[in-house]
Nanobody, 126 residues
Framework: QVQLEESGGGLVQPGGSLRLSCAAS????????MGWFRQAPGKEREFVAF????????YYADSVKGRFTISKDNAKNTVYLEMNSLKPEDTAVYYC???????????????????WGQGTQVTVSS
């Protein structure tokens, strides 16, 4: 059974940075796509970033483009989300997600993902 474990959330001031990590285990990830989503109180879960496990395909939501960077370390089975120039509106619970076939469905649709982590809180506030 695939398991995803996020870490790295916390409280940061506006303009600050955080790096989230998602450690994946229990599967063979060569065809997987990995996504980061977030959910703020009272709002729907929204897409943040996507990376194909094997290959260079990367997508970002417009709201984070130029500020966030998704990357991976195949040797550690870990996906990262580097977040810079953080804004109060980035405050949310951030979730790591995995889809078994990176090219099926839509990378931005949470319903197309098969596995989810428990989430990590990111709060941007002065």
């Amino acid at each position: 059974q695939v398991q995803l474990e996020e870490s790295g959330g916390g409280l940061v001031q506006p303009g600050g940075s955080l790096r989230l990590s998602c450690a994946a285990s229990g599967g063979t990830f060569s065809r997987y796509g990995m996504g980061w989503f977030r959910q703020a109180p009272g709002k729907e879960r929204e897409f943040v970033a996507f990376i194909r496990w094997s290959g260079g395909t990367i997508y970002y939501a417009d709201s984070v483009k130029g500020r966030f960077t998704i990357s991976k370390d195949n040797a550690k089975n870990t996906v990262y989300l580097e977040m810079n120039s953080l804004k109060p509106e980035d405050t949310a619970v951030y979730y790591c997600a995995a889809k078994r076939n990176w090219d099926l469905g839509h990378y931005y649709d949470a319903l197309d993902y098969d596995y989810w982590g428990q989430g990590t809180q990111v709060t941007v506030s002065s």
